[in-house]
């Protein structure tokens, strides 16, 4: 019983743990292709860009999984008429917000440049980049919605191949546009553009062998569905979102503290930190499941069997990761470093030794925070997201920067992410000694 749970932990962490890597290369390509092309400016104008695509991101996922979570339960229900209206009304909001973002984009994109930070030097890029980007938001939207409910319309390796084949498509896209085309930041925003619409390409045999069980309906938008699918989707909202305003308030930082090249130091750390994070989540949503069901069938030992598994994984892929950061810190940025920046290198070295000290902390807490979503206790799951989301690491950021310059900025990280580890314990330990309600 033991080695076939293990086997089937394995299984889907391995899985998932391999799609997420994939998606995280999406704004990674970006930093390589843009240091290589356009160096350290080209680096600061992408980092001070990359909250905008979070918010336009976690708003269609927000829309996708919100409403793909109510179609599996009127699925399940056998009540298909709700399925299509859900959709009907997802679509809808899908349209309102990608009209909301283009209107942002044609008339806004110079102010937003200014309150996300950009200075003389990185304005000009910045402001390309947030203008197209905004203007491919409906490719974006309709992306995220379509791969949430074609996921749950049970097709979820269509979806798969359609995240990782638009991620390899913007890799692809970034090298042709900015080096044989020329096309510098311009290149680098339309790979990244392409890439929703080379998805839904993908997602298209979903449609044309009529395999979908949902439909565009023509009928009124439907409040109730709409908020109850907004409720139930506000979670990943959050969880894009609060990762844009953390590197906002760390850009303003480090701008005040080490100017634009210390923004490109921490654009390299930050995308970096986009892959660590993403092998933890994926161990995390690919174990999900496994403990779901081992906790609706009332199996407590296999549910904490699965915890322990987790935890294990989680401290060996940690030690492996910060060994490789650690050891080779200085070839890695360098990697990104293509104008041979003193500064930049003399900033990022360092910052990133002490910046990934958070890695086993932040994997249990992220590990910790499923479990207990995937166990029915919302309360401790949304209390660990939202304190290591930005509620602690931006008063750390403040404070550590103000008494130790950068080497604060780089250790709020790690200190916020031990910090809610405590927190996780606190919320575990009754969890272990009495069963869930």
């Keep these: 019983m033991s080695q076939s749970l293990l086997k089937e932990f394995f299984k889907?962490?391995?899985?998932?743990?391999?799609?997420?890597?994939?998606?995280?290369?999406?704004?990674?390509?970006?930093?390589?292709?843009?240091?290589?092309?356009?160096?350290?400016?080209?680096?600061?104008?992408?980092?001070l860009a990359i909250p905008v695509f979070s918010f336009i991101h976690g708003s269609g996922l927000m829309l996708g999984m919100g409403g793909a979570t109510w179609y599996s339960i009127f699925r399940g229900q056998q009540a298909y008429d709700k399925c299509d209206r859900v959709f009907t009304n997802m679509f809808f909001l899908a349209i309102v917000f990608s009209f909301c973002f283009l209107l942002t984009g044609l008339f806004l994109s110079d102010v937003l440049t200014l309150i996300l930070g950009a200075d003389a030097k990185t304005a000009g890029m910045t402001r390309i980049y947030l203008k197209v980007l905004l203007?491919?938001?409906?490719?974006?939207?309709?992306?995220?919605?379509?791969?949430?409910?074609?996921?749950?319309?049970?097709?979820?390796?269509l979806a798969m191949m359609a995240m990782l084949i638009g991620s390899l498509s913007n890799i692809t896209l970034d090298y042709i546009f900015i080096f044989p085309?020329?096309?510098?930041?311009?290149?680098?925003?339309?790979?990244?553009?392409?890439?929703?619409?080379?998805?839904?390409?993908?997602?298209?045999?979903?449609?044309?062998?009529?395999?979908?069980?949902?439909?565009?309906?023509?009928?009124?938008?439907?409040?109730?569905?709409?908020?109850?699918?907004?409720?139930?989707?506000?979670?990943?909202?959050?969880?894009?979102v609060s990762s844009g305003i953390v590197i906002i308030v760390f850009n303003i930082i480090i701008l005040g503290l080490a100017g634009n090249v210390g923004i490109a130091s921490y654009g390299v750390i930050a995308n970096l930190s986009l892959v660590v994070i993403a092998i933890y989540t994926g161990m995390a949503q690919g174990m999900q499941p496994l403990v779901s069901q081992a906790y609706g069938k009332g199996d407590r030992s296999c549910t904490f069997r699965l915890l322990r598994y987790g935890l294990t994984s989680v401290l060996l892929l940690s030690a492996a990761i910060y060994g490789i950061l650690f050891g080779?810190?200085?070839?890695?940025?360098r990697i990104f470093n293509s104008e041979g920046n003193a500064l930049l290198q003399e900033i990022a070295?360092?910052?990133?030794?002490?910046?990934?000290?958070?890695?086993?902390?932040?994997?249990?807490?992220?590990?910790?925070?499923?479990?207990f979503t995937s166990t029915d206790q919302a309360v401790p799951?949304?209390?660990?997201?939202?304190?290591?989301?930005?509620?602690?690491?931006?008063?750390?950021?403040?404070?550590?920067?103000?008494?130790?310059?950068m080497n604060g900025v780089w250790l709020s990280f790690p200190l916020t992410e031990l910090l809610v580890l405590f927190m996780g314990a606190f919320f575990l330990l009754p969890t272990g000694k009495r069963p869930s309600s």
């Excluded at 409910?149 to 390796?157: L, S």
């Excluded at 553009?193 to 009529?210: D, E, R, V």
């Excluded at 080779?328 to 940025?333: D, L, Q, S, W, Y």
């Design 12 to 47: 889907y962490t391995s899985l998932n743990i391999t799609g997420m890597v994939g998606l995280s290369c999406y704004i990674l390509a970006d930093t390589y292709f843009v240091s290589k092309g356009l160096g350290s400016t080209g680096l600061a104008a992408l980092n």
């Design 135 to 157: 203007l491919f938001s409906p490719a974006f939207m309709m992306n995220d919605l379509l791969t949430c409910f074609v996921r749950n319309d049970q097709n979820p390796r």
């Design 181 to 240: 085309l020329h096309l510098g930041i311009l290149g680098a925003v339309l790979a990244t553009g392409a890439a929703p619409l080379i998805g839904m390409l993908i997602l298209s045999p979903h449609f044309l062998q009529k395999r979908n069980g949902f439909h565009i309906r023509g009928e009124m938008p439907d409040r109730k569905v709409i908020l109850s699918s907004l409720s139930l989707g506000f979670s990943s909202l959050v969880t894009e």
């Design 328 to 333: 080779f810190a200085e070839p890695i940025v």
């Design 349 to 371: 070295v360092p910052g990133m030794k002490l910046y990934f000290l958070a890695v086993p902390f932040a994997g249990i807490n992220i590990l910790l925070s499923l479990f």
């Design 381 to 405: 799951a949304q209390a660990i997201s939202i304190s290591r989301g930005f509620a602690l690491i931006i008063p750390s950021a403040l404070l550590l920067a103000r008494i130790q310059g």
